[in-house]
């Protein structure tokens, strides 16, 4: 089989996880000049937007490079839900002065599309990677025609065995611990969902493809841990949120650095899916997980104008602090100096 860095294009078989709203092409340039494979997340980018970023990534690198999207089926708004949700919602209204009128309208994050097919097609990136399964096969087969190698995540063996049929060229095992959306797919029942180590060497044994491990790895022990469970390669996020190139929030930065970070827990209540992030006071008190929230990503909307409140206030109660469980080597230094850390584990 050919090695995974042959696949990839990389130096190294590490990518960058890419994070939605945490990072931008800065992260991405820095990862792939220090030999892995840095990734821009598309999910919360317009087509204007995601073409700016790819030039500037251009700009900045000529090594290769992931583009990352979400391809979730986009639901109907539920008018009933929504306006059950706000009620559930109003007396945070009410304490931090803001209006429900200020909610924005318009879908949030957008699965892959033709639009985002054109911009595959016309920047060739080396690779894809999906996050909830797969767009419909006429998209996907436009980003195979283009040469891209493709990826996506699963996080049962169901789901690596679902993505290989249809043709993927890596699958990577999402583990429980991961920071950010769990990128489940097939079934929504999160007692089916299992730590890096347990889902591993199940797809390992059971695919012919290469499986990335993802979920709770920092630093060069991870690595060489999950190398030895037969991964071909490793996809890291929460360690690289404090690299001086991420774009988190300060108030971001701030609980990561804080004891509150050793505690996360896996929340729907701001988009709508499950995703880990820093236990914070909306978790607290309305979930970590409720069955009120509007179904992904709808659920995001009525969340940002509390969010917008509280953290101009310096408060992250009402923030996504999304983080994974080992959080250890996430530290401020350059994306350089964590990859060439990280890179140790494969010696
Ligand atoms: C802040 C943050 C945002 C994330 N956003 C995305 C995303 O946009 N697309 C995606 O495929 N995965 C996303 N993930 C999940 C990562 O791809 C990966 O599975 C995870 O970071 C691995 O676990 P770790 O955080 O313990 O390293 C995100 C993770 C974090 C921490």
């Known amino acids: 089989m050919m090695s995974l860095q042959g696949l990839l294009g990389s130096a190294l078989p590490l990518i960058q996880a890419p994070m939605a709203g945490a990072q931008d092409h800065r992260l991405a340039a820095a990862v792939c000049e220090a030999g892995g494979l840095g990734s821009i997340p598309c999910a919360m980018l317009t087509p204007i937007a995601l073409r700016q970023e790819l030039e500037l990534l251009r700009s900045l690198t000529a090594r290769p490079f992931n583009l990352n999207f979400f391809s979730h089926v986009q639901p109907e708004p539920d008018a009933r839900r929504d306006a059950a949700w706000r009620e559930t919602l109003a007396p945070y209204y009410r304490e931090l002065s803001e209006d429900q009128a200020n909610i924005a309208s318009g879908p949030g994050r957008l699965p892959f599309n033709e639009e985002a097919a054109a911009l595959v097609e016309a920047f060739r990136p080396a690779v894809v990677s999906f996050h909830f399964g797969l767009p419909e096969p006429a998209l996907l087969e436009r980003v195979r025609r283009s040469g891209t190698k493709i990826l996506s995540s699963a996080t049962t063996l169901d789901e690596a065995l679902w993505l290989q049929e249809r043709g993927v060229d890596a699958v990577i095992a999402q583990g429980l611990e991961a920071g950010g959306h769990r990128g489940h797919f097939l079934d929504h029942d999160l007692s089916r969902q299992l730590g890096t180590f347990a889902l591993l060497p199940q797809l390992v044994d059971a695919l012919s493809v290469p499986v990335i491990a993802a979920g709770g790895i920092s630093d060069a022990r991870g690595v060489a ?85 509280a953290e101009s206030q310096g408060s992250g109660d009402f923030s996504p602090l999304w983080a994974g469980q080992n959080i250890a080597n996430c530290r401020p230094m350059s994306a350089a100096e964590l990859t060439r850390e990280l890179a140790r584990g494969f010696a």
């Open 225 to 309: 841990a999950a190398m030895a469970l037969g991964a071909a390669g490793v996809q890291v996020g929460s360690a690289y949120l404090l690299c001086h190139e991420s774009n988190i929030s300060a108030i971001h930065r701030a609980a990561l650095q804080s004891p509150a970070a050793r505690h996360t827990a896996l929340t729907n209540l701001f988009s709508g899916r499950p995703a880990r992030g820093i236990v914070n006071r909306l978790m607290r008190e309305l979930g970590p997980l409720s069955t009120q929230a509007p179904e992904f990503p709808l659920a995001t909307a009525a969340i940002g104008p509390l969010r917008a409140a």
